[in-house]
């Protein structure tokens, strides 16, 4: 299985980003195995607008299953349940600890937004 935490950094000892369409790296890991297999920039951290449907589009491309995150917004959500990506919340400490959580059934999935689309809070989406 391929799973994205949304990371500040590349590497299981990146600290995790609570954003999802504008964090800095999707750090790529094999949870059952324990393994990295990818860190990747988040080419729409930068991004003027929608970058959270870029993200989910990114991470479709990459044929990713599920992703942890801390926050996500209305249209990044629909775009990650569009392309059959489950959502994972609970994100904390470094990727690694996050795969760990992961592995231990300690993340809750959700189906839709923890914020609005226009929460005030810039990159929180």
Sequence with gaps: MKLAVCAQGEGLSAGVDQRFGRCQFF???D????ELISSVRNASAEASGGAGPQAAQLLSGLAVEAVALGNVGPNAATAL???KIKIYI???GTVEMTMQKFKEGKLSTISEA?????SGMKGNR
């Design 31 to 34: 949870p059952e195995k324990g």
């Design 81 to 83: 349940e569009a392309a």
């Design 27 to 29: 750090v790529i890991v």
């Design 90 to 92: 609970g994100v904390e």
């Design 114 to 118: 923890t914020v609005s689309s226009h």
